[in-house]
């Protein structure tokens, strides 16, 4: 049985088998704590029996007007429990709280060119690629920035792809 609880402290000790995905990005600690301070309600994780940490979520909302929105930092699902829906679960209660309590406009992610599985996934979720970022991974591969309208988005705008790449410094947010 899986359960989907909010991230704790304690978890932080207990997730790094999930982060050993060469296509995960892995951040230092106090980037972890940074999020779980600032944006509880966008970290969850999937847990399995004997209390084994599946995978997990962990974003934020940001933006003004009508660039309010929801973030996926990083979502993974440890590769013993992929093909169950564990990431669409926890995209969808991500793109649920950007949505009826935060009332954001969108959610976006960016995900590496090359990581093709990922992209197939979010394209199946309603995700549209709105803008190549060049050498956005470390300098050196490019990143898709990709977007999902949500309610408050009734025209749907803010999936309409840019006709060009953009580069990491002309990125809107952090």
Avoid at 7 to 22: G, I, K
Avoid at 30 to 54: C, K, Q
Avoid at 161 to 170: A, G, I, M
Wanted: charged share 30%.
């Amino acid at each position: 049985m899986t359960t989907i609880r909010r991230f704790c402290c304690n978890d932080l000790l207990r997730f790094t088998s999930v982060n050993l995905d060469h296509l995960t990005e892995t951040f230092n600690m106090s980037f972890y704590m940074t999020y779980l301070a600032r944006w509880p309600d966008y970290f969850h994780v999937a847990e399995g029996t004997g209390n084994r940490i599946m995978g997990y979520i962990m974003g934020k909302v940001e933006g003004q007007g009508e660039s309010w929105h929801g973030h996926v930092t990083a979502v993974t699902v440890s590769p013993e429990y992929r093909r169950q829906q564990l990431a669409k679960k926890l995209m969808n209660l991500l793109e649920d709280i950007s949505d009826k309590i935060d009332k954001a406009y969108f959610v976006d992610l960016f995900v590496r060119a090359s990581n093709t599985p990922a992209i197939k996934m979010y394209k199946k979720l309603g995700y549209v690629i709105y803008r190549r970022v060049l050498r956005y991974y470390s300098g050196e591969e490019d990143g898709l920035d990709m977007r999902k309208a949500l309610s408050r988005d009734v025209e749907k705008k803010s999936m309409i792809p840019l006709k060009r790449p953009v580069t990491p410094d002309e990125l809107e947010y952090d």
